[in-house]
């Protein structure tokens, strides 16, 4: 009930596409749904987030659906650029746990010209 | 700048040797965590710590030890590496545990 399943494990886009990301989870207590990009050799920095109360949060080209009955939340890459060559990782965070987030298993992204 | 530190980058390690892979924060952050990271298996959490002096097993936690004598500080110990340690490891730190983390830059070890 922990797990956050993400997919697809490894993605293929041509420059000014649109990259699609999708994750379900299962227990309905968690509060808080941030993304991590993780560029090669270095550490995950958060990209976004978004809270159950909003369907969709929009950051440039980087949106968020959230789907509150399917228990499911997307990252959207709008004209997707060879920088964002990447792997990203979705993620939930249960407030009143005092517990890690709980990661998905990450997309690799890779966005060629 | 502020952020975390981890050290060394990398390492390259004869097995049943005793390694500790050091990480410190200067953002005073309460919450910290150790990762190992492989390819196809994503993040994985091998310890966290809610606050100094307190710790916690996560998902791979044998064969490593932490421990958490202040803020800033949160050392990973492989105490008899094995080469199925390989991987890269990162650190993370949170003001509060589960949010809004900031990760190292990872300390790269190869067992053999």
């Known amino acids: 009930q922990q797990q956050v399943k993400q997919s697809p494990q490894s993605l293929i886009v041509q420059k000014g596409g649109i990259s699609i990301i999708n994750c379900a989870y299962e227990?309905?207590?968690?509060?808080?749904f941030p993304w991590y990009q993780q560029f090669p050799g270095k550490g995950p920095a958060l990209l976004i987030a978004?809270?159950?109360?909003?369907s969709e949060k929009k950051e440039g080209r980087f949106t968020i659906s959230f789907n509150k009955s399917a228990k499911q939340f997307s990252l959207h890459i709008m004209d997707s650029q060879p920088g964002d060559s990447a792997t990203y990782f979705c993620?939930?965070?249960?407030?009143?746990?005092?517990?890690?987030?709980?990661f998905g298993k990450g997309t690799r992204l890779s966005v060629i010209a | 700048i502020a952020g975390i530190t981890q050290a060394p980058t990398s390492q390259i390690l004869a097995a049943g040797r005793r390694m500790t892979l050091r990480c410190t924060q200067d953002?005073?952050?309460?919450?910290m965590y150790w990762y190992r990271q492989d390819l196809g298996l994503g993040l994985r959490l091998i310890h966290y710590?809610?606050?100094?002096?307190?710790?916690g097993k996560g998902e791979v936690p044998d064969g490593y030890s932490v421990s958490r004598a202040n803020t800033d500080d949160f050392p990973l110990t492989l105490a008899s590496a094995v080469p199925s340690q390989t991987s890269v490891y990162f650190c993370?730190?949170?003001?509060?545990?589960?949010?809004?983390?900031?990760f190292g830059s990872g300390t790269r070890l190869t067992v053999v």
């Open positions: 227990n309905t207590a968690f509060d808080y």
């Open positions: 710590s809610n606050t100094a002096g307190t710790t």
């Open positions: 953002m005073r952050h309460n919450a």
């Open positions: 993620a939930a965070y249960l407030a009143t746990g005092n517990t890690p987030l709980v």
């Open positions: 978004i809270r159950p109360d909003v």
């Open positions: 993370a730190s949170s003001e509060r545990t589960g949010f809004g983390y900031t």
